[in-house]
Antibody
Framework: QVQLVQSGVEVRKPGASVKVSCKAS????????IHWLRQAPGQRLEWMGW????????TYSQKFQGRITITRDTSASIAYMELSSLRSEDTAVYYC????????????WGQGTLVTVSS | EIVLTQSPGTLSLSPGERATLSCRAS???????LAWYQQKPGQAPRLLIY???TKATGIPDRFSGSGSGTDFTLTISRLEPEDFAVYYC????????FGPGTKVDIK
């Protein structure tokens, strides 16, 4: 069965970086895109960016441009999201999600990774 | 950016009742590129509906989606105990944005 398993809870100080991983299984990794979303406390879900798992091309939300890097390792079926220059407003649950190619909805979700930014 | 508004914020109903949830977009959603998700406490969202009305794999028949342009509806024909949750709409016609959610709780 399709699974996206994310890395565990992270705590960082303001100004630091965090890298969250997302291991995919149960399907051919390169045939789907992986997007990253986040949900801050009391806020709606927010789209951050995505990676084409075939060629590694990325597209980022303008809000995170310059601070976010999404990569993938096709040999290990893992996608990564790194966010730098963290601030308290980045405290959120981060999700990786699978996106059928050519569509824009998200059919499978990781379990979420809580990232807390606090001094 | 397309802003999505959901109403009501909270819907209090009893099992067996019909639930009607609304999602309104600030501008027309291209090709009805609208999805609905269900989220239970401590869990990731689950895809219910895409393309405004197509049910995702394994979603029960009591869930249905409709609408086009700027107005969309998710209907749960008869609420089961496991349906009490938060429901989000998402548009993917122009980038990707989500609504604030509608909580369906037990009356």
């Amino acid at each position: 069965q399709v699974q996206l398993v994310q890395s565990g809870v992270e705590v960082r100080k303001p100004g630091a970086s965090v890298k969250v991983s997302c291991k995919a299984s149960g399907y051919m990794f390169s045939t789907y895109a992986i997007h990253w979303l986040r949900q801050a406390p009391g806020q709606r879900l927010e789209w951050m960016g995505w990676v084409n798992c075939v060629n590694g091309d990325t597209t980022y939300s303008q809000k995170f441009q310059g601070r976010i890097t999404i990569t993938r390792d096709t040999s290990a079926s893992i996608a990564y999201m790194e966010l730098s220059s963290l601030r308290s407003e980045d405290t959120a649950v981060y999700y990786c999600v699978r996106n059928p190619r050519g569509s824009g909805y998200f059919d499978y979700w990781g379990q979420g990774t809580l990232v807390t930014v606090s001094s | 950016e397309i802003v999505l508004t959901q109403s009501p914020g909270t819907l209090s109903l009893s099992p067996g009742e019909r639930a009607t949830l609304s999602c309104r977009a600030s501008q027309s959603v291209t090709k009805s590129y609208l999805a609905w998700y269900q989220q239970k406490p401590g869990q990731a969202p689950r895809l219910l509906i895409y393309g405004a009305s197509t049910k995702a794999t394994g979603i029960p028949d009591r869930f249905s989606g409709s609408g086009s342009g700027t107005d969309f509806t998710l209907t749960i024909s008869r609420l089961e105990p496991e349906d009490f949750a938060v429901y989000y709409c998402q548009q993917y016609g122009s980038s990707f944005t989500f609504g604030p959610g509608t909580k369906v709780d037990i009356k």
